[in-house]
């Protein structure tokens, strides 16, 4: 069973920066997708950004330029650096993982935007 454990997110004001960390143990195979996904209250949970095994990204438009995903491999871990954070980035913040056989959610790390 693949485990991710969160953390980084926290209270900042706007134009602030954060910096989100997720770490997968237990995948007896190769992980090959990692992402960020976030969840405001009232909404639906949304792609953030996504990241393959290659290093190729994608982002949603709403954070292109401010946001960067990156991953280190070797560690099973995906990194999401955060700046210039406005008020509508206030979600719950979660990080999930895809292999040959499962995909897999942590369990969220609370982001808040607010002076």
């Known amino acids: 069973q693949v485990q991710l454990v969160e953390s980084g997110g926290g209270l900042v004001q706007p134009g602030g920066s954060l910096r989100l960390s997720c770490a997968a143990s237990?995948?007896?195979?190769?992980?090959?997708?990692m992402g960020w996904y976030r969840q405001a209250p009232g909404k639906q949970r949304e792609l953030v950004a996504a990241?393959?095994?290659?290093?190729?990204?994608n982002y949603d438009d709403s954070v292109v330029g401010r946001f960067t995903i990156s991953r280190d491999n070797a560690e099973n871990t995906v990194y999401l650096q955060m700046n210039s954070l406005k008020p509508e980035d206030t979600a719950v913040y979660y990080c999930?993982?895809?292999?040959?056989?499962?995909?897999?959610w942590g369990q969220g790390t609370p982001v808040t935007v607010s002076s």
């Open positions: 237990g995948s007896r195979f190769r992980i090959t997708n």
């Open positions: 999930n993982a895809r292999q040959i056989f499962g995909n897999y």
């Open positions: 990241i393959t095994i290659e290093g190729r990204t």
